[in-house]
Structures are given as structure tokens and as C-alpha cells.
């Protein structure tokens, strides 16, 4: 009976012993994954920091190209309207303006001038009227709205 006593007390002697060294299995795996946590976040980091700051720099490109797309957008829309604007003025003109008499065909260098000059001065009182403008010379006496 002793001896199974003693066999018993040694079986528990060797049973504790296998738990102590799993324990310390145990806690050497979480160390080492603790360890090998963070070896990989300071090789990662820099990484994740590098592409971090290279897509800022792609969305503060992004950014800059759609602000100069709108710029060119807007310039298109003003540059449309004038456009617009001129043919209509050119329309409105040539509808109102009455050539002179002796104005439809020439006899001479003077009267080509002469004719000419009269249609110069006519469309830039037209224009000045059709765009609210002073004329050269002019002054504008009082502010309307365009």
C-alpha cells in the first residue's frame, strides 16, 4: 500500500511537473507573439506611413486637377456666353443698320472710306448701346445694372 501511496504521490509529483512546463510553453508562445506583433507593426508601420502620405499626395493632386477642370470649365461658360453674346449683337446689328445712300456700290477711294467710317461709328454706338458701354469719350453719367 506504500507503495502505491508512493506510486501515486510520484504520479502527481510528474502529472504537476508537465502542467508547469505547458505553462511555461504557454506563456513563452504569447511572449513570442507578442514579440512577433510588434516586429511586424514596425515593419508595417513605416509602410502603412508611406502610403498613407502618398494618398494624401494623390487626393491633394486630385483636388488641384478637379479646382483647375472647373477653373477651364467656368472660362469655357464665359467664353461661350460672349460668343453667344457677340453673334447676337452681330445679328442685332446688321438687322437695324440701314447702309447710306451711295454706300451700296462705289465710285471712289473717298467714298469707300467714307462709308466705311459711317458703318465703323454706327456699330460702336450700336455696341455701346446693345452692351450698356460708353462710347470712346463718353462718360457714363449713371450706373445700370448689365
Known sequence: MVVLILALVLALA???HYHMQIRAVNNMLERLGVVQT???????????????????RLQQQHRRQEAARQREEAIRQREAAQARREREFERAF?????????????????????????????????????????????????ETPR
Request: aromatic share 8%.
Open 14 to 16: 510528474y502529472l504537476l
Open 94 to 142: 446688321i438687322a437695324q443698320y440701314e447702309v447710306p445712300d451711295g454706300c451700296d456700290s462705289w465710285d471712289s477711294q473717298a467714298q469707300m472710306v467714307e462709308c466705311t467710317n459711317h458703318r465703323i461709328r454706327a456699330r460702336r454706338e450700336f455696341r455701346a448701346e446693345f452692351f450698356r458701354e460708353p462710347t470712346p469719350g463718353q462718360i457714363r453719367l449713371e
Open 38 to 56: 510588434e516586429a511586424a507593426e514596425q515593419l508595417v508601420e513605416p509602410a502603412l506611413d508611406g502610403l498613407r502620405s502618398q494618398q494624401e
